[in-house]
């Protein structure tokens, strides 16, 4: 079975800092096969015939790397449900932006749409089982209250991608 593995927070900024040939290499290790990384932001596309460990992955990179990574892990089916029901029409351009937040079990409800602090007026937020996207004018970026989601307590249980990753993501 086809597998996406979204490693959260690494290399923003100077932060868990990943190779990602290491990283596909590690994944390897493991026992994965037909392993590969899209972008240098932690997307590993991999399959698998064994049941999979989550636990047993963030143990081994924290060896490993010497850092705490959570690590969200979705079938391709799962990926291409999420894809799908994003609308369309949203993108990221200079008129709009678009993204993914693929959320951990502790999280994943509706209601979550609710605890967050933005702003409805100004950005269209969705939810379906795995994940929130949203859609937002950039000129209303900042009216959104977008940017005060990273402060927000729950946002440690979600990883962002844009909308041309968690596209691309979907159609490996």
Excluded: C
């Excluded at 096969?33 to 972008?39: K, L, R």
């Amino acid at each position: 079975m086809k597998y996406i593995a979204l490693l959260r927070g690494i290399n923003v900024g100077q932060n868990k800092r990943v190779n990602m040939k290491e990283l596909r290499q590690f994944f390897e290790n493991l026992g994965y096969f037909n392993v590969a990384t899209y972008i240098n932001s932690g997307n590993v596309i991999f399959e698998s015939r064994q049941k999979l460990n989550y636990e047993k992955i963030e143990v081994a990179l924290a060896k490993k790397f010497g850092l705490h990574i959570p690590v969200l892990i979705k079938t391709l089916r799962e990926m291409q449900k999420i894809a799908k029901a994003i609308p369309a029409n949203w993108q990221n351009d200079t008129t709009q932006r678009t993204d993914v937040a693929y959320l951990f079990a502790k999280i994943d409800n509706k209601s979550l749409v609710k605890e967050l602090p933005l702003k409805r007026d100004y950005i269209d937020v969705r939810y379906i089982r795995g994940a929130l996207f949203w859609n937002v004018k950039r000129k209303n970026y900042n009216k959104s209250h977008l940017n005060k989601l990273i402060s927000h307590k729950l946002y440690k249980f979600m990883t962002i991608r844009n909308i041309n990753t968690a596209r691309y993501l979907a159609s490996v």
